[in-house]
């Protein structure tokens, strides 16, 4: 199972989904399944550019754990 931990990036940095939106250029709807660990498909452009505003890996955003 993959987890996204995106909820734990924003966090960190005190961001809401809208905050995050605005500043990603994101669909807003993209960064709110990703936060609620409802994305059942991501789009790996969604993935590269918040690897690149939160300056992390894929490994920090996303996590496989066993079933």
């Known amino acids: 199972m993959i ?3 995106l909820w734990v990036l924003m966090g960190e ?15 807003r709807s993209s960064i709110d399944a990703l936060y609620k ?3 059942q ?3 790996l452009g ?3 550019r918040l690897c690149e505003y939160f300056g992390c890996e894929i490994g920090d ?3 496989r754990t066993a079933n």
């Open 13 to 27: 940095r005190k961001l809401n989904v809208t905050e995050l939106a605005r500043e990603t250029g994101l669909p």
């Open 46 to 48: 969604v993935i590269d």
């Open 37 to 39: 660990d409802e994305a």
């Open 3 to 5: 987890k996204c931990k």
């Open 61 to 63: 955003l996303l996590e």
């Open 41 to 43: 498909r991501v789009d």
